[in-house]
């Protein structure tokens, strides 16, 4: 150990306890380190011709890249080589002041990580050093895998490709005053969602571009080059001008590299010390050019185009992730870590920079940090429709309640990727009007309106969903069939709701047009297996299928919806006129306790029927009075809420955000659904039928949805998957005799 190094380790700071190796005083330090570059009060720096800007921003690009390997290295596991290739880019943002950086990249978790600790972001979740920072990363309640918006000074979670975009340009909507910079992989690049979501909402909100795509092109995807690799710089801004980008700022490290690296992607750590601040100052002075760009109204894309896994122990898709054998003592992990290792000094002049930039920590500063501001819904006209009375369409009847939210809430949004007038509800439309360059009174769209419509279910369920995540009311609005094509982002958003630290506004779904009432369009609009998906997530706690049974129910249940935080709402209803059953009283009963009894009647043997779903309904009526005749009793249940029919044993509920234990208790389930026989009944799947066959002790069976036909009504459609009264009561008297 030489003199400086051991008089360096006497004054190392306390933050570093952990790192495993330090670097010799660079030469330049004394020069160029002698204070931070954002000055005390400052919030980025101010000279980027200033030499000692360029150099602490390397400083901070070398340290990135360190604890990324580091932490990962720890565990011997996670991805450190994606993030290390745009890590200049990264800095320059941070030193330029910008703190609310998201991704796309969920494998870039570990470096943005090692940037929330740097600005101390991790404080508040006990993270005080490098050790701890390694003790916890990819452990239960430290910090897992892939990002999440539980983790201080992260806005979003990330972990399937094609997501970051939405939570970007959902926090550009609604702070116009930011930048949100989001880094795409070119391996992600490849999924159809990224850009035709983008251009979408650049046509319906043209001067919001506030959200910048950092495109990290590096040549790799996780296990083979990216399908982009083969592009020249041309065809790549081509591409991006030819998707309606009108400023592509790249640079490209190849410009800069004096030691003839083969291959269009060369390593900037390769170079020499001379070249590396020259690249890191073309990409301070690119990042500031597509920032300001970005910020004053120019649809703006930022590429760094350098090779994948530049500074760590690999390159290529070979540094995506760590192995069993990359641990801290692998020869290749301790090559790496001894060649980015950075003194102490230089170590504290990098937190300090980072704390100081953007006004401090991410976890103080980040807009999802804190509560946005709502405005009250005053008023919501409910209409109470008389039971027995004539049937009434009940997506409607919701419609109107959605145009008072949007009239009260301008942030509000409505989105909806098959038209909301095939759906019942043209009375959004009508109200908050479809945003689109073209004015037109007989489509009721304009800009500036409130309802979103792209023909992708994944842009609308990412900026709705995206949204709420960010704080905001949405609404996403689809047929039921194609509500799949969208539901990876929701699921993405749910889950992260259900570990938030800040209370926000549920994700809230209206899926229409059921199987039922689609029986000419055949089976490629009859898809109700989705019902088996939120199934599934129901154990997750926070997630809540609605059946409402009538237009009353509905509306109560939107009224609810509008209460909750930190939930998925996913509202299922016909858009068929229907008999009203229900009085707002007994709708609001049957959200609070999960299902309510419709009709009873008794006899010497009792069969209960328990109906997911409205218009499914009317072959089980039928059957009761079948049955009624015959003299077996019979209680036909509406099932609107099968999440509080749940055992709370079953569901994850304790663990979320905004925890929600409301069950139906034994003794009130027992007079529901306690019986001789029960029949579970449902035109979807049956899984949502679980929480009610798990507590029955009664003989018992289910009627579900097989598949899908061309037919010319619901019954025809419902006959040919069982669901007659005939073969309820056939059932029904074989299971009580």
């Not at 410009?255 to 990409?283: C, E, I, P």
């Not at 935080?565 to 068929?576: F, H, P, R």
Request: charged share 20%; glycine share 8%; net charge negative.
């Amino acid at each position: 150990m030489t003199a400086s190094t051991q008089a360096a380790k006497l004054a190392t700071p306390d933050f570093c306890e952990g790192i495993q190796y330090f670097g010799e005083m660079l030469p330049e330090f004394e020069t160029y380190g002698k204070q931070a570059a954002i000055a005390s009060g400052n919030t980025s720096i101010s000279d980027l011709e200033d030499p000692a800007v360029v150099f602490q921003t390397l400083l901070a690009a070398d340290a990135l890249r360190y604890l990324t390997l580091q932490i990962t290295a720890s565990k011997a596991s996670g991805h450190p080589g994606g993030f290390a290739s745009q890590v200049e880019a990264y800095a320059a943002l941070v030193m330029l002041g910008h703190k609310n950086i998201l991704t796309e990249v969920g494998h870039h978790a570990p470096g943005f990580y090692s940037a929330m600790f740097l600005d101390r972001s991790l404080e508040d979740m006990g993270i005080n050093t490098v050790q701890q920072l390694r003790d916890r990363f990819r452990e239960h309640h430290g910090l897992l895998g892939h990002l999440s918006g539980c983790i201080p000074g992260i806005l979003s979670p990330a972990g399937p490709l094609g997501q970051g975009q939405h939570f970007a340009m959902a926090a550009a909507r609604l702070h116009r005053d930011k930048l949100f910079p989001v880094t795409i992989g070119d391996g992600g690049l490849g999924e159809p969602y990224i850009m035709s979501s983008m251009a979408h909402f650049h046509t319906a909100y043209p001067g919001m571009t506030n959200f910048l795509p950092v495109l990290v092109w590096n040549g790799f995807s996780q296990e083979h080059h990216s399908m982009v690799s083969t592009q020249s710089n041309e065809q790549m801004m081509a591409y991006w001008h030819g998707n309606g980008f009108e400023e592509v700022v790249l640079v490209d490290a190849k410009d800069f590299d004096d030691q003839d690296q083969s291959g269009n992607y060369v390593d900037s750590t390769a170079f020499s010390f001379k070249q590396r601040l020259a690249f890191t100052k073309a990409v301070l002075i690119a990042a500031d050019e597509a920032a300001k760009s970005a910020l004053s109204g120019t649809r703006t894309v930022l590429i760094i185009k350098q090779l994948k896994g530049a500074g760590v122990h690999a390159r290529g898709a070979k540094s995506h992730n760590l192995y069993a054998m990359h641990t801290l003592d692998n020869p290749d992990i301790v090559k790496a870590l001894q060649a980015r290792a950075l003194a102490p000094q230089a170590w504290q002049l990098v937190r300090t920079n980072f704390e100081r930039a953007g006004g401090g920590p991410a976890s103080r500063v980040a807009v999802t940090e804190s509560v946005l501001e709502l405005p009250e819904i005053e008023d919501l006209p409910l209409e109470e429709y008389a039971v027995g009375g004539d049937p009434k369409v009940a997506t409607t009847a919701m419609g109107r309640l959605v145009g008072k939210v949007g009239e009260c809430d301008r942030n509000f949004l409505v989105t909806n990727a098959d038209g909301n007038e095939a759906s019942g509800i043209a009375n959004i439309n009508q109200a908050l009007k479809i945003i689109h360059p073209t004015e037109d009174p007989l489509y009721n769209q304009k800009p500036g309106g409130q309802v979103y419509e792209p023909l992708s279910e994944d842009a609308c369920a990412g900026l709705a969903a995206g949204s709420a995540l960010m704080g905001s009311r949405t609404l996403w609005c689809s047929y039921e069939s194609f509500a799949i094509n969208g539901l990876p982002i929701w699921q993405t958003v749910t889950q992260a709701m259900a570990e938030l630290r800040r209370p926000t506004p549920s994700t809230v779904t209206l899926f229409t047009a059921g199987a039922l009432e689609q029986g000419r369009n055949g089976w490629t609009h009859q898809r109700p297996e989705v019902e088996a998906y939120f199934a599934a997530m129901m154990r997750n706690g926070n997630v809540f299928p609605i059946f409402p049974l009538d237009a009353n129910c509905i509306q109560v249940a939107y009224e609810w919806a509008l209460t909750t935080k930190n939930k998925g709402i996913v509202i299922t209803a016909s858009k068929s006129p229907l008999p009203i059953r229900t009085t707002f009283e007994q709708g609001r009963k049957a959200i609070a306790d999960g299902a309510i009894a419709l009709q009873e009647a008794s006899g010497s043997k009792t069969v209960v029927f328990a109906v997911v779903g409205d218009m499914v309904l009317l072959p089980v009526l039928e059957a009761a009075s079948a049955l009624a005749v015959q003299e077996v009793g019979v209680r036909v249940v509406s099932v609107v809420n099968p999440r509080r029919l749940y055992r709370p044993s079953d569901v994850a509920w304790d663990s979320c955000a905004e925890p929600d234990g409301d069950f139906l208790d034994d003794a009130e389930f027992e007079k529901l659904f306690g019986a001789d026989a029960l029949i579970g009944v449902t035109a979807g799947a049956s899984g949502m039928l679980e929480p009610i066959m798990l507590r029955s002790t009664a003989k018992r069976d289910t009627f579900a949805w097989k598949r899908g036909e061309t037919t010319a009504s619901p019954a025809q459609l419902m006959a040919l998957n069982g669901l007659t009264a005939e073969n309820l009561v056939k059932r029904a008297m074989e299971l009580v005799s």
